[in-house]
């Protein structure tokens, strides 16, 4: 099964994809960008608050490294019958370069396609909150961080408002495949909350 869990920055989703990984035995869990070492090495460049990137070249240098994730770890994890809990996917694509940068969607889920080979999550959890809570979180999160990887915490609130309407849009858009979870709480709250919803999909038990 492949589970993945996507958000705004701040949102929790990645606190709450640890504490569902303690529940279920030896599953693999993995993010993006990231999850080889060369999408790793692709990851610094995005997340580096000092690099100017275009938005084209940012998308595509996602999927690159999205590529060499899928082939690498996803796929292989998913063939011998793991449960993959994958912190973003292509979802954040068209919520970040599509509603975000405003960048066409039909060419974003193109390019998704073929950098995955159209693969597809089993579940999309949304963890959805104010955009200004999130955004508060997340530069209070990386002014301690080591690593700089704060590029998009630079963008302002109207950027995140794109980004979590395209969310809830795509939530609308398959209401069998993506669930929203309210993640204005404490983190206990929060897992709560999704531990319910990945329990009534067989998910935990």
């Known amino acids: 099964m492949f589970i993945t869990f996507e958000g705004i920055d701040g949102s929790g989703k990645s606190t709450q994809l640890q504490r569902v990984a303690e529940l279920l035995p030896s599953p693999v869990l993995t993010k993006e960008p990231g999850g080889t070492p060369l999408a790793d090495r692709i990851r610094a460049i995005l997340l580096d608050s000092g690099s100017t990137i275009d938005p084209l070249a940012e998308v595509l240098l996602f999927a690159a490294s999205r590529r060499q994730h899928t082939v ?9 019958g793991a449960v993959v809990l994958c912190d973003r996917f292509t979802d954040a694509t068209l919520a970040y370069q599509g509603f975000g940068r405003l960048l066409p969607l039909d060419r974003l889920r193109q390019l998704n396609d073929w950098a995955t080979d159209s693969l597809r999550s089993d579940v999309t959890l949304i963890f959805d909150l104010p955009e200004a809570t999130g955004l508060t ?5 990386n002014a301690e ?3 700089d990887e704060n590029r998009f915490e630079t963008e302002d609130l109207r950027f995140y408002r794109r980004v979590r309407e395209g969310y809830l849009s795509l939530a609308e858009s398959d209401r069998e495949r993506y ?6 709480g404490t983190i206990d709250e929060v897992f709560a909350r999704t531990r319910a919803v ?8």
Do not use: F
């Open 72 to 80: 690498e770890v996803i796929k292989p994890a998913l063939a011998r």
């Open 137 to 141: 979180r997340a530069r209070s999160r």
């Open 145 to 147: 961080a080591v690593a």
């Open 179 to 184: 669930v929203v979870i309210d993640a204005d």
């Open 198 to 205: 990945l329990e009534g999909r067989g998910v935990l038990r």
